[in-house]
């Protein structure tokens, strides 16, 4: 069956420039997470919807990450004015159920985003 | 905050060879989980360990979680290597619906 996809796989962006970065978690699927993962670092949470609801946004490192999953499915993580420090994979997850760490996640491949 | 230490942070060693990697914390979890990572590609999961004590084995691979839920091994034997890769071990919090956290990870390769 098909996994958690992202798109895209690369971004390159110009400093100051907004990305948008787009996750398919599995179907069905009721919990999204978003990590940050800078070179040589491990995952490091952002963000956590269960369906629609945005339950703990307290990773987002400034206002200017923002994250939506407006129908409970396809989530988007937005990234206004990109900084260089903003440079990383970026990874989603989602898993079956309602717990924000308990289950298992399943991840994606992730994006990297470079900001130049 | 709790945190995840993990060492080595790069390991390399001949195919053959057994080796342990170490995650140790201050905190004391409720679960650890260990992921593997390989480039490119997000992590996978290897296995969750809940009770202190606890050993749990994959194949080759042999995952202890301490007495005290502060931290946790992994230990390969004969190493291959398919094994190469990143492992991250990640803890979930006492208190309720809280994230994961992440170690750093061990970076491993094995040499043929």
């Known amino acids: 069956g098909a996994g958690v996809s992202q798109s895209p796989r690369y971004k390159v962006a110009k400093r100051g420039q907004d990305v948008a970065l787009r996750c398919d978690p599995i179907?069905?699927?009721?919990?999204l997470f978003w990590y940050q993962q800078a070179l040589g670092q491990g995952p490091e949470f952002l963000t956590y919807f269960q369906n629609e609801a945005q339950l703990d946004k307290s990773g987002l490192p400034s206002d200017r990450f923002f994250a939506e999953r407006p129908e409970g499915s396809v989530s988007t993580l937005k990234i206004q004015r990109t900084q260089q420090e903003d440079s990383a994979v970026y990874l989603c997850?989602?898993?079956?159920?309602?717990?924000?760490?308990?289950?298992?996640?399943?991840f994606g491949p992730g994006t990297r985003l470079t900001v130049l | 905050t709790q945190l995840l230490e993990q060492s080595p942070q790069f390991l390399s060693i001949q195919e053959g060879e057994n080796l342990t990697v170490y995650c140790n914390s201050s905190s004391v979890f409720s679960s650890l989980q260990w992921y593997r990572q390989e480039p490119g590609e997000g992590p996978v999961l290897l296995v969750t360990v809940v009770t202190g004590g606890e050993v749990k084995k994959l194949k080759r691979l042999t995952f202890q979680f301490g007495d005290a839920r502060k931290d946790s091994s992994l230990h390969i034997t004969a190493a291959q290597p398919g094994d190469t890769g990143l492992y991250l071990c990640?803890?979930?919090?006492?208190?309720?619906?809280?994230?994961?956290?992440f170690g750093k990870g061990t970076r491993l390769s094995v040499i043929a």
């Open positions: 997850a989602s898993s079956q159920q309602t717990s924000a760490s308990t289950d298992t996640q399943y």
């Open positions: 990640a803890g979930t919090g006492l208190s309720g619906n809280t994230p994961l956290v």
């Open positions: 179907s069905g699927h009721v919990s």
